[in-house]
């Protein structure tokens, strides 16, 4: 059994779903794992990870504005010392995920067709945003 692990940086433009899937494609490929299990984490509170549909842009714009629904910026949030985007950015991560799991099989992702890996920035502005991507396997 092998352990391999690698931590990625990636620019955010601000309140998007930002594909990562090649970026961790290429710490499997790397890695020399052949068959294992992907684990891929965020290091952050206010932006999340999701595997989803990768082929119509029309599904990301609807992400977002079905989340822009359930935590508005309008609503009455306490806690904004960071903007009035700041505590919806936090109950977006909140109820979406920090990690996400993916098969390796061949020494590649084992995503479907139509999957990728984003990072979904919850926040307006631009961020640099931590990745760990942890692997383990033969």
Do not use: C
């Not at 594909?19 to 710490?27: C, R």
């Not at 020399?32 to 891929?40: D, E, F, K």
């Not at 806690?79 to 009035?84: I, N, Q, S, V």
């Amino acid at each position: 059994m092998r352990i391999h692990q690698e931590r990625l940086t990636v620019q955010t433009p601000g309140s998007a779903l930002v594909d990562v899937t090649a970026a961790v494609s290429k710490v499997v490929k790397t890695s020399g794992i052949v068959t294992g299990l992907a684990t891929i984490f965020v290091q952050h509170t206010s932006a999340s990870l999701l595997i989803q549909e990768n082929a119509s842009p029309d599904v990301h714009t609807d992400l977002i504005a079905w989340m822009g629904e359930l935590a508005p910026e309008s609503r009455r949030w306490k806690h904004d010392e960071e903007g009035p985007d700041d505590m919806p950015a936090h109950a977006r991560s909140a109820i979406t995920r920090t990690s996400e799991q993916v098969p390796i099989g061949e020494g590649r992702l084992l995503l479907g067709t139509w999957q990728a890996i984003y990072l979904w920035e919850h926040r307006r502005r631009a961020h640099n945003r931590n990745i760990v991507v942890h692997l383990v396997g033969e």
